[in-house]
């Protein structure tokens, strides 16, 4: 069986964590995958990595007859609020059979009626900023769906219904990729009939994967603004009309909601953290960063105003249809699922377009920890054929950056035939990417002409400072800075990015880091999320090898135990050897 390595990434508010919402500790979705886990220092727990799903022999099967039903049977109250379902111990059994079938709790989600109610998330001002509403663009909702279960697909249809002013919802457009299941078909047909808001579906015989099937119901359309959601989502109030709002005030603004978090055992509605925004990492997995220092100063004026963000996270946004059209739509050749989003983030933001994301529109997505669907052809001929897609047509020399760290990637460059869409970004005028990391993501850590990328070794032992993989302390947003016996090939978790400011950074924005002040007499060094502050800037001296702390001015250095848990910490400076460090510079073009 192929594993399903998965980019995923799912994030935790501290609220969740503190309320605990998950009443059902179940221990068969182990996290020991090779994932890694922090919580980063707004306190988010950030799951990222390839996720290899619960391992299928300990799980009872679903049968045939269990995949195909619908077996949709609402409870009065059942996730009122947005609130967790609860699943007695009698049904533990069915649950876990059920949750295969999806990878979510559908027991779960089959108890709570599609109509349930929802928390009010946003800030209260957000209440009255759009009651011009009349005045704004139609839209057309658009859901792509493969396999998808009747009560997370329909309970997004209905949120939308319900949450939606009607003068400003044209349509709904459900596209269906290929379903297999029975009751996705006629009696699907037949309830979308009944349903109070004009609901158009689109059929395929064969699996043409996400991004043509979007591309099907934005030719099929006749609002002014596309809006395209997953089948799994909740919208809340308010969620179209500050969406619709900014797109009228400027066309070209693609815009996104907020996205909360469906628990995917309990169904809870978790508010999460607006101050987030989307990025990317090294292997161009989509990441969630959050808004730090200057860009906060200037959002604290007003937490309402939409804000910019380099990438989005692709499920979820809304755009104008004929700018959609203008700019490109999608890349056809990207097949069944990933890069899409990204694709599509570098070409309007390179292209002259802007992306945001609208605090006043919270709409709840449910995360997953592993995808349930098949990948046609395998992950390297769908998923990385699309992100090399990505780096030939958008990413300029960083492309040779990613294909000389991707294997996988990189296997399948030569498949890739981009010549239209080089013409289309030649006929737009786009910028290159390199506009894009000075304007757009000026916090990027990608390597450039201007900064160190390479190693950094320690002169007495010759060894590397690495980024800690897996596990860091989940409770701590840190982790100790450490050595290691440096690798024969070039390897990610070796490589650093040193920035003309002075940061050390590595992949994901983790930063070298040491306190300001003396914590308990020790200087512990750690590697932990950037926050571009002075703790996290460093000098290195050509001439005595010295690697120092700015505020500090004391020198790197490893432990005095010089026991490899120790780690690495910052002492005064007296040039012996182990404060002695090379750089050793990695071509990466
Ligand atoms: O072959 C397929 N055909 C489909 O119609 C594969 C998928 N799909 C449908 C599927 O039923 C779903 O409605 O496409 C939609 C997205 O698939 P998911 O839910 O498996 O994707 P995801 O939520 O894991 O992944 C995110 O990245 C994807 C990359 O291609 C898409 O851009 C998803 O839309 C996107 N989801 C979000 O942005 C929601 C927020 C996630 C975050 C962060
Ligand atoms: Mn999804």
Known sequence: ILPLALLLIVFTTKTYLDQNVSPQKIGFRSRTHQQEEYVDRNGIKVVVGHYIGPSVKKLPNASRDMINANDFAPVRGAGKDGRPVVIQPKDLLKMQQLFQINRFNLLASDRIPLNRSLPDVRRKKCRYLYEDYDTYPSSSVIIVFHNEAWSTLFRTVWSVINRSPRELLKEIILVDDASEREFLKTPLDEYVKSLPVTTKVIRNSKRVGLVKARLQGAARSFGEVLVF???????????????????KQDRKTVVCPVIDIINDDSFAYVKSFELHWGALNWNLQFRWYTLGGRELKKRKMDTTEP???????GGLFAVDREYFQEIGSYDEEMRIWGGENLELSFRIWQCGGKIEIV???HVGHLFRKSSPYTFPGGITKTLYSNLARVALVWMDEWAEFYFKFNENARNVRADQNVSSRLELRKRLKCKNFEWYLDNVWTQH???????????????EEDLCLI??????NSNQPTGIAKLNECLKHDMIIEMFVMTKEGFVVTDDSICLDAPEKETDGVKTVRIMACNWANRQKWKYNEKTKEFIHVSNNLCLDVA??????????????????????????????
């Open 229 to 247: 959601l997953d089948a799994h989502c909740e919208c809340t109030r308010g969620w179209l009309e500050s969406l619709l709002a900014r797109i």
């Open 307 to 313: 804000f910019f963000t380099p990438t989005m996270a």
């Open 359 to 361: 605090p006043c529109s």
């Open 445 to 459: 850590f990608f390597p450039k002409k201007d900064r160190f990328f390479g190693r950094i070794k320690n002169l």
């Open 467 to 472: 980024k800690p993989l897996g596990k860091l």
């Open 560 to 589: 005095p135990s010089k026991k490899y848990e120790d780690g690495l910490v910052i002492t005064k400076c007296m040039n012996t050897d182990t404060q002695k460090w090379i750089l050793e510079a990695v071509p990466w073009t």
